[in-house]
Structures are given as C-alpha cells and as structure tokens.
C-alpha cells in the first residue's frame, strides 16, 4: 500500500466517521469510518519506515559489470 492509497483511506474513514448521520442496520458506519483511518495510519507509517529501502525518487543507478546486476547509489554534487 502506497503513500497515496494510506491517505485516501485515511479521507474515507473520517467522512464515514465524522460527517456521514445514517443509521443503518447491521452495519456501524462509524465503525468502519474508524478501522479506514486506523488501516491508513499504520500504511502511512510503513510507507515512510520503508520508503528509502523502495527507492523513492531517483537517486540510484543499476549497473550490469561482468555478470549480475548490482545498485550504486549516484550522488551529484554541485560543482
């Protein structure tokens, strides 16, 4: 799950929590406005912990000498 994807759930979850006032049977919309941002949350903070193991943006370079592929991290440095 994605940056992205965390905070739309996170959106979804609070207009189901805090703006929706149906009352339905059976199913608690305030419950599952709830565990939406609590399952956005958590994506969000393991987004952010792995995002430097993903890649990110650039910033790496795959280089293929004598055999199999390695990474190299390329640093540009303002001359």
Do not use: C
């Amino acid at each position: 799950m994605g940056l992205g994807t965390s905070i739309f759930l996170i959106a979804v979850g609070a207009i189901l929590d805090f703006a929706v006032k149906v009352n339905t049977n059976g199913v608690n919309l305030h419950t599952i406005g709830a565990i939406l941002m609590i399952v956005g949350a958590i994506g969000v903070v393991l987004s952010l912990i792995f995002w430097s193991s993903w890649g990110g943006f650039g910033g790496r370079d795959v280089v293929y000498e004598g055999g199999a592929p390695r990474r190299r991290r390329v640093v540009q440095e303002d001359l």
